[in-house]
Every structure is written in structure tokens, then in C-alpha cells.
């Protein structure tokens, strides 16, 4: 299909505010009679509150109020409280905020407070609160025993907490790298295990870590927030203007009309800042108690633990090769270290498996459990990511073991658009990864770098290749479009700005279908006040294909009513006219028309649902509201997502990567990266590309360098700041990272896209630690990351030990 | 500390000359808290793990910058920057391991505004005791990091006393390789001190890595010609290739007579709290040439006497590698 906007470059409209430095965050943001909030945060990983004495803090000069647990209603564990009642449960958990007329008065009034705890067990690894007798993270135990369905990773869990423990021998089994019996509390299976487990030629068993990751997102989640004749504005660090509002206005204890969300742009989410969050009902109720503008700043050090984590992983995985290459079996144990929330991902691991290898039979077996560390959540391809990274090695293994190409091999297990994913073996919109993969396989030159030497001078050379995998879109949002009687059109959307710039590039879906002048529109977002419409998150790289549906429904409603406007003054039927140049026209004789202005004017004459006084029904209440109130101002397009729908559309990468391990210091160099998507149409190119470097470095990252360390002797963590946490720099990843697409459009978008930014760190990550493994002769470490100190360790033939399963630890 | 991150109230001196810093130095005595580049400073003072009544900011005094020769090598200003130490072309000429040494410090950022004093006489970097805690080396009675749990991937695996943290610096094996010395200033006069001599282990004294004492500012570093256009090598192993601390660092002067070693100078640094000579693999190698043959003679001989602890037993097999590439390079 030949464009006009869809698949071409342009400038996003935030640009020039990033690159000047003009763009605002909240933390920008002031107000006349604002006050300063600081929090007082645990300082201990497991203990209860016994008094709380702020008096001589309330003394001080400048010193204006304080918000406690008292002013909040009751949070039922292991939801994350606002602020801790009874009990703190991580190192850096808010207890309390105090408000003062200057940052500076409210750090010194941090200083006299008075907490007084009694210290309580605490731990930092789940096998060690599993075994017998280990300690457990909250007094009624160490697990969910769920008493509902299980939603998301930013999901509250429903059910009861208590302890489960598994006797010591299976956790030493697990150790061992042998399948334990023990008690799970989720999971799920397909197909007959056993008897495909018995047609395999190869069956490959290895336990596996993963580090939680921290979500360091560069602008921490500040908020400046006021309130003004009954409604709330909250200037928040957010994934999108829509999706947090009802639960924030729950969380105030408002109505969602009460509430105005302004948000600009947000510097990082990756899942953290996708609904609203515990900290968001500190500064709005604090400031609604004082009745005074209130900015709480959130500090580098508390970012790290109130920004919450990805989950880490101890599992065990039995996977079965038929002797054709096909992946008849996998049995998956997956512990998730669910911090105090127990957010866990288990799912999304065990059905990136069942993706990307199509095993005919599987079983997942699940036990989150609680730990004193920071709250877990969704982060970037959770679950699918940290599975890419020790299962890569792993499945490289089993090929190798069947004397097969380790590309050859996943081509002849990838998912095709026939293909069933997950345990409900449910269906693909599209997916085309043989097509990337062949793609990939001719650019990387595969066969020439596979069969080189392995041997550089001092220097070992590896090449890998993985694959990343995230559901990428969702269905039935809505879209709304104005166009001015000046012929101005604004695109309405609640979609975020993270920076990767999908709000802008789904919006362009108006401009295409009404064939206009990117000029001629304007995106209209970043304030709830300027009524946008029930749009999803800026995240789980679902954007690009439900927001260009989104789009698409509500320019396609404006484009009918044009020409139904048009037909009523010029004769004839809708099927008869056409549009061209901003102007809509008979299409026999182009004279008998009007431009989009004119239409836009009729518009408000005729009223009804030309301008928004009528709307369908299956509007979500928010975009009602919307609606509602642009009422009169123009021809409104408004439509709910009813186009035809397929199960889930996938986002699938594959990433090939050179690395040159240096035997002396152990520092891994990438020589050379190859990412190829299965994204359907490029909707952004630049976009598109940013998205793939970006994922590829953190890809790195994973694999490499990021880490999440706590002492298990005092609870405290050992990587807080982004120095600590070893985020990989310019300096450790390629200056030139190579991407590309199958570029087949995917049949269930108008536009032919779907999402990508989550796979994109999958890939990456997997990809080198398949080189890893390649470059070390097949030795797996079943860790991330694989850092210097554990190659020079292997190389030496030291005595470490990474089958200890330890998490939170170097 | 977590929810602190501005600084905290404290009395600010900007003295403009060296003589007036003294002077204060001497009357504030512990109360004051010298700034140079802030890179160590405001870390400690933010976060409030460390307090002062007092600043005496060094910022204004042009004497303490810049690179001057001298009758018997070059002058080096304390507060000269790492970014102007990494660019200086006589540095660069004569004596590049400390050009080296100073471009692999932190990041481009950091050298800007970190300074050569700062550098060598910064803190340590053990994360238990920049948390604040009560830890031998804050004046307390244990250590947290030597322990069979405790999270001490990067801490020592010689020197240990009681504390097992080890030096950052990168410019201080560079230094003591070149057998520099220290110029230290009072209000009673000047003493200079050699590199080797500055640094101290926390079995002389645990709550200081220098010899630097209540009172005193290091005013500049003086090289002499001993080393001048040797031959050297200076290699940082770091988890990043910017922004970090060395896991180990090596940095290695070498005068040669043809083929042959005739002197040299082996400085471990990241190993011990303070920069660690080589001496015995400085004996092995006089005399030898650079080659396989001698690079293997040298064996475990930088390792020896090693105490590992739970997670930095790679810093063994590390120190031995790098003795053998400084052997072997070029």
C-alpha cells in the first residue's frame, strides 16, 4: 500500500522542546504558595512501627503539615500502601511525608523525627525464605495463595498470604539443577508432556537466575499537585493521561471528573508509571489536607526503591528436541522473587517459550515469593525478556546436541500466522518471523561469522542469536478527532510520551486517512482538560497497533460525516464523493464541494452527531466526556475500536550478535549486532529504529552489566544510584547497532503496524548470551548478568559457584 | 538518607589564596571539610553520611592549577582538572602513564570538575560505609564486608585490617609508579611525602587513606625526571568502560636497554587501600626482556599472599593477567 504519512520521517511535535531543553517535566512546574514534601522512608527491610513522634519537626519554622498512614484508608497487604501503617517491608518504604516552604526546611525536619521499630526476620532471596524454617517477608507468611484469577504484572493480586515451604532437599535438587517436587501456587499446561517428552531425542535439563532489574527511569516520579474549586490538578510522571485516571481519582477518593492530569512528557516509564501508583496519593492528598500546592520531589536514591523492579527468577527447565529440530516438550519451574508486592511474570516467560518454539506440549509451575527487597512490577517485555536471556544459551544446547544450525533451528520452530501462542494455544494476528529470520540470517552473514574461528589473538569470539517476543497492541480504545471551522484538525489522545514518540506516529493515521497536511493537524494531549479520549498506556509496545485502530475508527467517522455533510448540500450519496487538498467533493465534478473548514462549520450548524452532541453509545465514559465537552466546536469524529479482531498481535524480533570476550579481564566487547523485526508495516522509521537501539542496549545491559545486590545481612541494597546499578554506557555497547524489518503488514490494522519496543531488549539480551556461551564452548553460566568478574572466575577454572541459584546478589 | 539529596547547612569559606586557606584550615581544624573538584564531597554531604560545620572551598586559588616544569621534572597544581591533566602535552610527552591513568577516571563530566588532589585523596568507595554505617573505618567496631554473606565483590585482597576497603583512585598507582611525591602545606611550613608514602592502609590508620592531616592541604604533586619518557603501561579493568572504579587496575613504568628490562616500576591499584608495588615481580622482570619466556616466569607472583574473600577471588587470576599483558604489550 502506498502512504502519505504512514512509513515516512517527520518531526514529532515534543522535539525541539528535548533538544533546547524547553520541554517541561513535572518537576518543572511551580505554583504560588507551593510547599516542599520530603518523605521519611524505612530504614530497615522488615520491621514494625511502634510510634511515630514528629512534634519537634511540626515545630519548626517553615515546617507546614505532615501525612501518615492515619490520613489514608487502610491498605490490605501486599498491595503497596501509600504510606506503611503497622509494618515496613523494604529498605526505603515511604512511612511519612512532611511539607515545608523550601526543600532545605523540609530535609532538617526529616532529621527530627522520631521512629521508633521493632525489628522483625527479613529476606532477600525466595529460596531462602522457601526452605523449612526460612524466614518470611510479611508476619503471615512468605506467599499469595491466590483466591482470584491472576491479572498483569501491574494487577493487585487477590488471596490470602501465608507460608509456604518447600523441604530442604527439593531446594537442593533445584540447586543441583535437578527438577524439585514442591508446592506451587500457579501455572498452567497444554498438551500431552509426557508422551511428546517420549518422542524427543534430546532432552536438555538446567536451572537458571535472573536478576530483578531496578526500572531507573531518568525522571523520577515527582508531582507537583494543587486543587482549585473542587478539582485536583496533578502534574504526574506517567505512561499515559488516560489510563492512570480512574485510579488516582480512587485513590483521592473523587470522581474522574474531578481530576485534571497534566503530563507533557515523562522521561522513562518501562512499565513502572503505567497505572497510577502508591506515590501519586501522597502529594494529592497532602496537598488537598494543607490546602496548598504541593511538589513531592523524588530523589535518585528513592526512585530506585518506590520505582519498583523486575521481578528476578530461580526456575528449572526441562526441554525436549524431536530429531528433526522440533521442540516437542518443555517442562518450566519458574520461583519469582515478587518483593514485598509479589508481582511476578512466570506466565509471560513460559509463553514467550510458547511462541517462539511452538513446544506441541507445556507446563508452567509457579511460586511468587515475597521478599524484603523493592516492589516488583511490569518492566519493559516482563517476563518474556529475562526467559530470552538464560533460555537462549540453553536451546543453543539442545541444537548443538542434534548436530543442527542454531538459526536453522529456531526458523523450523518459529510461529507462523496459523500458529496458537500461551496455554489457551489462542491466535496470532500475523506473524512472519521465518521471513525475518531469513532476512537477518543474509544481512549478519550467519554462515560466514558461525563457522569462523573462535580464537582472536588473547581475545574469545562468539556469535549468538535470540529471540525477543511481546504481545504488542491491544483492542477497543477509542479515538476522537476535531476539525476547526478553520480547517485546523486536532487528534485527540491520552496516549503518554515516554520520547518514543508512537502518540505522534499513530496520530499520523488521521492525517492518512483524511489525506491532509500533517500541517493542517494538531495532536492534542498532555492535559486531561483538554478532553482526550480512553486511550491505553504508553507501553507493552501496544501503541502503534491500538492507537493507529484507534485512530483510524475516528478519522474514518470524521471522513464519513464529510461526506455526508458534503452530499447533503451538493446532492447525491456519500459512495460518491471524495477527498483531496483538505476539500471533500463530488467525485464526477470536484467544483461541487466544500473544504474540510466549510464541512467543519455545516458541522456545527446541523449539530447532533456532526459536532459531538451525540455520540455512540459504546464510548468509554471518559471519552463521553470529551465528547461532551467539545460539543459545538467543530465536525467531531468519535468511534470506539470495532474493527475485526485476532487474537494477539505479536511482536517478534531476532537478533544476531558478534562479541569478543578478553580472556585476561573478562570484558565482553560486541563486534557486531543485527536486530530484524517482525513488526509489520514501519509506521516511523526513526521511530522504529530508536526503538530497536534503545532495547538492544538495554539488551546489553541485561546481559552484561545491570545488576540488583542486597546484603542478606542487614536487608540493604547495594545499587541504588544509576553508578551502582551498572547501566551499560556509550562506551560498552556498539556505536553502530544495525536494524531491519520483514516489513510485512500485519491483515487486523488498517495501517498494517504493530509494536515492537519490548522485544527489542529481548533479542538483544539473548543474543549475547548465546555468544557467550558460543565464545566459552557451550559453558552456561544460567545467570544474567554475566559480568567480567564470573568469566575471568570460569576461565581460571576458580571455584564460583552460579549454581547456587543465589538472586539479589553479585 | 535516602529522602536527602541537598546539602546540608554548613559555614562557607572561598578563600583566594593559599595562605588565607591555611590559615582557616588550621583554625577550623576538624570542622572543616576541604572542596576541590566535589566529586567525592558532595556525595558524602547530600546524601548526609558525613557532616561539617564547615567548608573551605579551594576553588579560588589559581596557584593550586596548572602544569609547571621544574629544574627536575614537572609541578602539578592540586586543583589542576583530570580533563587538563589527560590533555597536558608535557604530561602526554613525558610522562603519558599519568595521561592515561587520568583519561580512564570516571567520565568526561567528572574529569571536568574532578581535580588530581581529589583524586588521590578521596574516600573510599565501600558501599557499606558510604551508606553511613557504623562501620570500623566511621569509627565503629566491625566490618560489614568482610563477612562469609557480605556483598564485597569489589573490596581488597591484600592489606585487609580490619576494613577491607580498597583505594579508587586511578591516578595514584600512575603516581606512585612515577615516584612522585606529594607537596603538603600547614600553617607550620611545607612537607612532601612520596606517592608511596601518601596513601595508607587502614592498619596505620583506618579513618584516613592519606597521610594528610587535620590542618593541612595538599597543594600539588611533583614528578621528578626518574621516569621521564620510560616506557609504560596503564590498563583500568572496569564493569563500564566509563563512569566506574577499577575492579583492578595496573600501572607499570618500565626503563629499557635494548630489549632488555633494566628497571621498572609494577603498581596495582583496586587491590589493597592503598596502590600496591609490585616488588617482587619488579625483581623478576630486571633484567629480562619483554616476552613470553619471562611473562610466564612471573607465575602467580603479583597474587601471592592473596586473601580472597566470598566474591572477589577473580581479582586474583585479574592482577596476574594484567602483570603479564604489561609484560607482553606493545
Known sequence: ?810 | MSSHDVMPDMDLFQPLQIEDALALADRLGDSAWLLGGGQDTYGWLKDRAKTSEAMIDLNGIESLRGVRETADGIEIGALTTLTDLANNALIKERYGLLSSAASRVASPQIRNAGTLGGNVSQDVRCWYYRRGLDCYRAGGNLCYADTPEGMNREHAIFGASRCVAVNPSDTGPALVALEASMVIKSVDGERTVLAEDYFVGPANDIENTTALRTGEILTSVRIPSTWANATFFFEKVADRNVWDFALVSMAVAMKMDGDTIEDARFVAGAVECKPRRLADVENAVRGNSRDEATADSIGTLASNGARVLAHNQYKVPMIDNLVKRAILAG
Open chain 1, 1 to 810: 500500500m502506498t502512504f502519505m504519512h504512514i512509513g515516512k520521517d517527520f518531526v514529532p511535535p515534543d522535539v525541539e522542546g528535548k533538544v533546547t531543553g524547553d520541554a517541561k517535566y513535572a518537576e518543572d512546574f511551580r505554583r504560588e504558595g507551593m510547599v516542599f514534601a520530603r518523605l521519611l522512608t524505612s530504614p530497615m527491610p522488615s520491621a514494625r512501627i511502634t510510634s511515630i513522634d514528629a512534634s519537634a519537626a511540626l515545630r519548626m519554622d517553615g515546617v507546614i503539615g505532615i501525612l501518615t498512614a492515619d490520613d489514608l484508608p487502610p491498605t490490605m497487604p501486599p498491595a503497596n500502601p501509600i504510606l506503611a501503617s503497622e509494618y515496613v517491608t523494604y529498605v526505603g518504604q515511604p512511612i511519612l511525608a512532611i511539607a515545608a516552604t523550601s526543600e532545605h526546611i523540609a530535609e532538617n525536619a526529616l532529621d527530627q523525627i522520631k521512629v521508633e521499630f521493632e525489628r522483625r526476620d527479613f529476606v532477600v532471596d525466595p529460596l531462602d525464605s522457601l526452605v523449612e524454617g526460612g524466614p518470611d517477608a510479611y508476619p503471615e507468611g512468605n506467599a499469595m495463595v491466590l483466591t482470584a484469577p491472576e491479572g498483569d504484572e501491574n494487577t493487585a493480586l487477590v488471596g490470602v498470604i501465608k507460608p509456604v515451604k518447600w523441604p530442604a532437599e527439593e531446594i537442593e535438587k533445584l540447586r543441583r539443577g535437578e527438577e524439585p517436587d514442591g508446592t506451587f501456587t500457579a501455572g498452567w499446561e497444554y498438551g500431552d508432556l509426557d508422551g511428546e517428552f517420549a518422542k524427543c531425542d534430546v532432552v536438555v535439563e538446567e536451572s537458571f537466575v535472573t536478576a530483578g532489574t531496578p526500572h531507573q527511569c531518568m525522571e523520577p516520579r515527582t508531582s507537583m499537585v494543587y486543587w482549585e474549586n473542587g478539582k485536583c490538578y496533578f502534574h504526574a510522571s506517567t505512561q499515559s493521561q488516560s489510563a492512570v485516571n480512574n485510579g488516582l481519582a480512587a485513590m483521592l477518593g473523587i470522581l474522574p471528573d474531578d481530576l485534571v492530569i497534566i503530563n507533557e512528557n515523562t522521561g522513562g516509564g518501562f512499565g513502572s508509571k503505567g497505572t497510577s501508583y502508591p506515590t501519586m496519593g501522597i502529594s494529592g492528598n497532602l496537598s488537598r489536607l494543607l490546602n496548598r500546592p504541593v511538589q513531592l520531589r523524588i530523589t535518585r536514591e528513592e526512585e530506585f526503591y518506590i520505582g519498583i523492579g523486575r521481578p528476578g527468577m530461580q526456575g528449572w527447565i526441562k526441554t525436549g528436541l524431536t530429531a528433526e529440530g522440533k521442540v516437542a516438550a518443555v517442562d518450566l519451574i519458574i520461583i519469582s522473587d515478587g518483593g514485598p508486592t509479589g508481582q511476578n511474570s512466570a506466565s509471560s516467560s513460559a509463553g514467550h517459550i510458547s511462541v517462539l518454539f511452538q513446544p506441541s506440549a507445556m507446563r508452567l509451575r509457579n511460586i511468587p515469593i515475597f521478599t524484603n527487597t523493592t516492589p516488583r512490577g511490569a518492566q519493559r517485555g516482563p517476563g518474556q525478556n529475562e526467559m530470552a536471556a538464560v533460555l537462549a544459551p540453553i536451546m543453543d544446547k539442545a541444537a548443538n546436541q542434534l548436530g543442527m544450525d542454531r538459526v536453522a533451528f529456531r526458523r523450523l520452530n518459529a510461529a507462523n500466522s496459523d500458529s496458537g501462542i500461551y496455554a489457551d494455544q489462542s491466535p496470532v494476528t500475523s506473524a512472519f518471523m521465518a521471513e525475518a529470520i531469513d532476512k537477518g540470517v543474509e544481512m549478519f552473514a550467519w554462515q560466514a561469522k558461525a563457522s569462523q574461528p573462535r580464537r582472536r589473538g588473547n581475545k574469545l569470539v562468539g556469535v549468538g542469536v535470540g529471540q525477543g517476543y511481546h504481545g504488542a497492541g491491544g483492542y477497543g480504545y477509542d479515538g476522537l478527532v476535531r476539525i476547526h471551522p478553520s480547517g485546523k484538525i486536532d487528534i485527540h489522545s491520552g496516549v503518554g510520551n515516554l520520547g518514543t514518540y508512537s502518540y505522534a506516529a499513530t496520530s499520523r493515521t488521521v492525517a492518512e486517512v483524511l489525506q491532509c497536511s500533517w500541517d493542517s493537524c494538531e495532536i492534542v494531549h498532555a492535559r486531561t482538560d483538554k478532553h482526550l479520549p480512553h486511550s491505553s498506556v504508553q507501553g507493552g509496545s501496544n501503541t502503534i497497533f491500538t492507537h493507529s485502530r484507534s485512530n483510524y475508527v475516528a478519522a474514518m467517522d470524521a471522513l464519513n460525516k464529510l461526506k455526508e455533510i458534503a452530499a447533503a448540500d451538493f446532492g447525491g450519496t456519500v459512495e460518491e464523493y471524495s477527498i483531496g487538498d483538505e476539500r471533500v467533493f463530488r467525485t464526477d465534478d470536484s467544483s461541487k464541494g466544500m473544504s474540510y473548514g466549510e464541512a467543519a462549520q455545516r458541522a456545527i450548524e446541523l449539530g447532533g452527531h456532526y459536532s459531538g452532541q451525540e455520540y455512540p453509545e459504546d464510548l468509554n465514559p471518559i471519552t463521553q466526556r470529551a465528547v461532551t465537552a467539545l460539543a459545538g466546536s467543530g465536525l467531531i469524529g468519535a468511534a470506539k475500536d470495532n474493527l475485526e479482531r485476532k487474537g494477539t498481535p505479536p511482536g517478534e524480533i531476532i537478533g544476531f550478535m558478534e562479541i569478543e570476550i578478553d580472556a585476561d579481564t573478562g570484558k565482553i566487547e560486541v563486534t557486531d549486532y543485527l536486530a530484524v523485526a517482525d513488526c509489520g508495516t514501519i509506521m516511523h522509521p526513526q521511530g522504529f529504529s530508536q526503538q530497536m537501539n534503545g532495547g538492544g542496549v538495554w539488551g546489553i545491559g541485561m546481559a552484561a552489566y545491570e545488576r540488583h545486590v542486597y546484603d542478606p545481612q542487614n536487608g540493604l541494597p547495594a545499587n541504588v544510584g544509576l553508578y551502582q546499578s551498572k547501566l551499560p554506557s556509550m562506551l560498552d555497547v556498539p556505536a553502530n547497532m544495525a536494524s531491519a524489518a520483514a516489513d510485512i503488514p500485519d491483515p487486523f490494522n488498517p495501517m498494517g503496524g504493530r509494536g515492537i519496543g519490548e522485544p527489542s531488549q529481548g533479542c538483544a539480551v539473548a543474543a549475547m548470551t548465546s555468544a557467550i556461551a558460543d565464545a566459552l564452548d557451550g559453558h552456561l553460566f544460567n545467570r544474567i548478568p554475566v559480568t567480567a568478574d564470573m568469566i575471568v572466575n570460569h576461565v581460571a577454572d576458580n571455584s564460583y559457584g552460579p549454581r547456587s541459584l543465589k538472586l539479589n546478589t553479585f
